[in-house]
C-alpha cells in the first residue's frame, strides 16, 4: 500500500510545525507509521541548502536563484526521503512543499519570477506526483510575524531572512496562498489559524478524517 502525503503550509509563524507535530502523534497513537519532515532540509544536504536560503542577509540572492535551490533542496527531499517513505506505506508530513515556493517566490516578490519557471522547475523536480492534501494555515501576516520574531529571539542563528521582509512581501504571499487553493480546491483546504492550538489541531483532525476516513 502506497501511504499518504500530506503538506503543511502558510506564512511566517502560523503555526503549521506546531500542528503537525500534534498531528504525527495523533496518527502514530492511533497505530500509523508516520514520517515528520520539512522543506527546504529534511534531508542531510538539505539542511545545507536550507543554512544558505533562511539565514543571513535578505538581498543576498534574487527570487530565482532562491526557486532554484529550493527546488533543489526538494529534489533531494523527494528522491531520498519522501517517495522512499510512501512506498513503505508510511504518512509522511511535511512541513511546507512547492505551494510555499509560489507563495513566497511569485507571489511574494510580486510576480517578478515567471510562473513558468517555477512549473517547469516542479516538472523537473517532481513529475505528475502531488500531495494527497495539503492543509494552509492562514493567519494574518501581522500576528504571524510577531510569533515568528519572538520563536527567533531564542535562536543563536536566527532564520529569518524571509521574515525580515517588508510587510508587504508577507501580505502577497498570504493572498498567494489563497489563490492557490481557490486553484486547485479538491487538493488544498484553508484553516483559519487565528484559533488556540487544541482548536486549530480539531480542525485539522476533521480534515483528515472527512479526507481519509476514521482512522
Ligand atoms: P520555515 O521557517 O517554515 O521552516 O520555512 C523556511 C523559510 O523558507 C520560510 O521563510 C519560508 C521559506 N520558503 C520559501 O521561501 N520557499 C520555499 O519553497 C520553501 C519551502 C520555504
Known amino acids: 500500500m502506497e501511504g499518504k502525503f500530506i503538506t503543511f503550509e502558510g506564512g511566517e509563524g502560523c503555526g503549521k510545525s506546531t500542528q503537525l507535530a500534534l498531528l504525527q502523534?495523533?496518527?502514530?497513537?492511533k497505530g500509523q507509521d508516520v514520517v515528520a519532515t520539512k522543506e527546504p532540509g529534511g534531508t542531510e544536504l538539505g539542511a545545507e541548502l536550507r543554512h544558505m536560503l533562511v539565514t543571513g542577509d535578505k538581498d543576498k540572492m534574487d527570487a530565482t536563484a532562491e526557486a532554484l535551490l529550493y527546488y533543489a533542496d526538494r529534489r533531494?527531499?523527494?528522491?531520498?526521503?519522501?517517495?522512499?517513505?510512501?512506498?513503505?506505506g508510511k504518512w509522511v508530513l511535511s512541513d511546507r512543499f512547492a505551494d510555499s515556493t509560489v507563495a513566497y517566490q511569485y507571489y511574494g516578490y510580486n510576480k517578478k519570477v515567471e510562473k513558468s519557471l517555477l512549473d517547469n522547475l516542479y516538472k523537473i523536480a517532481v513529475g505528475d506526483f502531488k500531495p494527497d492534501l495539503t492543509?494552509?494555515?492562514?493567519?494574518?501576516?501581522?500576528?504571524?510575524?510577531?510569533?515568528?520574531?519572538?520563536?527567533?529571539?531564542g535562536m543563536v542563528e536566527k532564520e529569518t531572512r524571509h521574515e525580515s521582509r517588508e510587510i508587504e512581501?508577507?501580505?502577497?504571499?498570504?493572498?498567494?496562498?489563497?489563490e492557490i487553493a481557490k486553484q486547485e480546491p479538491e487538493r488544498c483546504i484553508v484553516l483559519n489559524a487565528n484559533k488556540t492550538i487544541e482548536d486549530l489541531h480539531q480542525d485539522v483532525l476533521k480534515v483528515i478524517t472527512e479526507r481519509f476516513g476514521i482512522l
Open 25 to 29: 502523534k495523533y496518527l502514530e497513537n
Open 76 to 88: 533531494l527531499h523527494m528522491t531520498q526521503k519522501v517517495w522512499p517513505s510512501l512506498k513503505e
Open 135 to 153: 492543509i494552509i494555515f492562514d493567519l494574518e501576516a501581522e500576528i504571524g510575524l510577531a510569533r515568528s520574531f519572538a520563536k527567533a529571539s
Open 169 to 178: 512581501f508577507h501580505h502577497l504571499l498570504r493572498h498567494g496562498f489563497l
